[in-house]
């Protein structure tokens, strides 16, 4: 067994959470799913609302969007964490998005996909992992895809059906079958739960905070019974959440700290009853939600919902009228009986712009108005409606008109073979490397093959590989959305960081196009992530790069 150190904790810090969720049998009603820096928000007309990471994924832009913004329709679910996305519609099928560098697409490739791919029809609901999917079709049958990674993510252990079994640390390019008879599942970030329709839970993967609930932190490689007579289940990074056939709670996992020992958190192998009866619960990143029958919801846990270092041992309410929750990392979201969309938690992500990068410690209201109930000619039956209509895909293809701006580095013009696109400049990298060498905002770009990323050494000498400045033809160019990944990182971290840990933990996300077979960055954006400042000078009709 491996050993759980502090690093561990760091790396499950990554991962977005999941929200519990009720097997669809009928009808259309709200919908939430709050992640790590992104929350969806799926009205009972279809309508899918994002806000926080305006970015249609990891390859996208990384705008934050302050109020609901609609992006699809014909949603019913939608799950995401950070890298990658799924949708499911109304009619069933199931799309997928983002990174796909293990497969967690299920479309058979290791490609990115900027633009969405059906994956499989019949699909009732699906979670993502990380860098995994787990899919949960209508007739109960369980399939996952994506990176394995020695835990079992995919579940299938030896039962894999094949002429050969492959390693334990293989990408499952394509979903394969876990199990039958399962009307809900909750997926972590490196391990699965599933609800049976006979009230059993099954768990598998990665168990060393003891997120199985099996009595030890073994990994488990195939799906294990862990608990009977269970009624719903939510999971989060490390832990696991039920509510039993008697109304009880328990959880199990990496729960909260001891009332006479507050340095720590508590590993927790075994279901450890929390005293107070909910209809239905959500598991966060060290705090859980509960919801009574009469919409009152609490709170227990890691208080990361205010500035101070609170911490709730018993349940404490929360607000009251409460429909839908769901739990992130460190804020949540929830739907009161009149349609209000309430927020609250650590602001790092755009819930609200008048109290950005600050702590909201109780539910505020961030849309009003949300339909409760399909519109009418959507009355609830069981099945969902045969109109097929896919989603509108991202635009990954878009013209590029060369800009006219002049541009300006420490007051002398700099001729950038730059484009105007959707109304913002957009530069070559290495360009702008050529451009800053001198100053105090000096970085070098190095392309790292293993994960399919360019890299921003911060601080260090750039490094020319030539054809920097030239000059363009002056016609406009068609421009595809970039699937590289950008990591920025100081250059010290190159000495003592291995290839993965650079892309764990020095990701970040810039819009980017190709155009003839270069990247091309939004400035703005780079200069948000190497420090320098850009100035519109309207009179001049001039940008100007500020480096100190």
């Given at each position: 067994m491996r050993k759980f150190t502090a690093a561990i904790m760091a790396f499950f810090s990554l991962f977005a959470v999941a929200p519990s969720f009720t097997v669809y049998s009928g009808g259309f009603e709200p919908y939430l799913f709050v992640g790590r820096t992104k929350t969806y928000l799926v009205s009972a007309e279809g309508e899918l609302f994002t806000w926080d990471n305006k970015g249609e994924s990891v390859i996208g832009a990384y705008d934050f969007v302050y109020s609901p913004e609609k992006i699809r329709e014909n949603v019913k679910y939608a799950s995401n964490n950070d890298n990658h996305t799924v949708i499911i519609t109304r009619d069933n099928e199931l799309w997928a998005y983002g990174s796909n560098r293990h497969g967690q697409l299920g479309d058979g490739t290791n490609t990115d996909r900027p633009v969405p791919v059906k994956v499989m029809d019949d699909v009732a609901y699906a979670e993502t992992g990380r860098n995994f999917t787990v899919i949960l079709k209508?007739?109960?049958?369980?399939?996952?895809?994506?990176?394995?990674?020695?835990?079992?993510?995919?579940?299938?252990?030896?039962?894999?059906?094949?002429?050969?079994?492959?390693?334990?640390?293989?990408?499952?390019?394509?979903?394969?079958?876990?199990m039958d008879g399962v009307k809900m599942i909750a997926c972590g970030g490196e391990h699965v739960a599933a609800l049976k329709n006979d009230g059993e839970l099954w768990g598998w993967g990665n168990n060393q905070t003891g997120a199985l609930g099996n009595g030890t932190n073994e990994d488990v490689l195939q799906p294990e019974l862990i608990m009977a007579d269970v009624k719903t289940v939510s999971a989060s990074l490390s832990k696991t959440i039920v509510v039993d056939a008697e109304g009880r709670t328990w959880?199990?996992?990496?729960?909260?700290?001891?009332?006479?020992?507050?340095?720590?958190?508590?590993?927790?192998?075994?279901?450890?009853?929390?005293?107070?009866?909910?209809?239905?619960?959500?598991?966060?990143?060290?705090?859980?939600?509960?919801?009574?029958a009469d919409g009152v919801l609490y709170i227990w846990g890691r208080a990361d919902f205010t500035s101070s270092n609170d911490y709730f041992y018993n349940p404490e309410k929360l607000a009251d009228k409460i429909v839908y929750v769901s739990a992130g990392q460190q804020h949540a979201a929830a739907v009161d009986q009149d349609g209000n969309v309430k927020f609250w938690g650590r602001n790092a992500h755009g819930i609200t712009e008048s109290w950005l990068g600050d702590y909201i410690p109780k539910p505020i209201t961030v849309m009003t108005g949300l339909a409760?109930?399909?519109?009418?000619?959507?009355?609830?039956?069981?099945?969902?409606?045969?109109?097929?209509?896919?989603?509108?895909?991202?635009?990954?293809?878009?013209?590029?008109?060369?800009?006219?701006?002049?541009?300006?580095?420490?007051?002398?013009?700099?001729?950038?073979?730059?484009?105007?696109i959707d109304g913002s400049n957009y530069y070559k990298l290495r360009d702008i490397a050529l451009a800053l060498t001198d100053t105090e905002c000096r970085f070098d770009v190095i392309w790292q093959k293993e994960t399919s990323s360019i890299i921003i050494s911060l601080g260090a000498a750039y490094q020319p590989a030539g054809g920097e400045l030239a000059t363009g033809d002056g016609k406009t160019k068609t421009a595809t959305v970039s699937n590289s990944n950008l990591i920025a990182a100081p250059r010290e971290a190159f000495a003592s960081s291995h290839a993965a840990d650079l892309y764990n933990n020095y990701k970040v996300s810039a819009s980017a196009y190709v155009i003839n077979g270069s990247t091309y960055f939004k400035l703005r954006?780079?200069?948000?992530?190497?420090?320098?400042?850009?100035?519109?000078?309207?009179?001049?009709?001039?940008?100007?790069?500020?480096?100190?």
């Open positions: 209508t007739n109960g049958e369980v399939w996952t895809c994506g990176l394995n990674q020695a835990y079992g993510l995919w579940g299938a252990g030896e039962e894999v059906e094949s002429d050969e079994e492959p390693p334990e640390d293989a990408d499952i390019l394509t979903p394969v079958k876990v959880e199990w996992g990496m729960l909260g700290k001891d009332s006479n020992d507050v340095t720590r958190e508590s590993i927790f192998t075994r279901p450890k009853e929390i005293k107070a009866q909910y209809e239905s619960v959500y598991a966060g990143m060290g705090y859980s939600l509960g919801l009574q409760m109930t399909a519109p009418e000619g959507e009355e609830k039956s069981d099945n969902a409606p045969t109109a097929a209509v896919t989603p509108p895909p991202v635009n990954s293809e878009i013209q590029a008109a060369p800009s006219d701006a002049k541009t300006y580095v420490r007051d002398k013009r700099i001729l950038f073979d730059s484009y105007n954006d780079l200069g948000d992530i190497i420090g320098f400042e850009v100035v519109w000078d309207p009179s001049e009709e001039a940008v100007i790069i500020l480096t100190d």
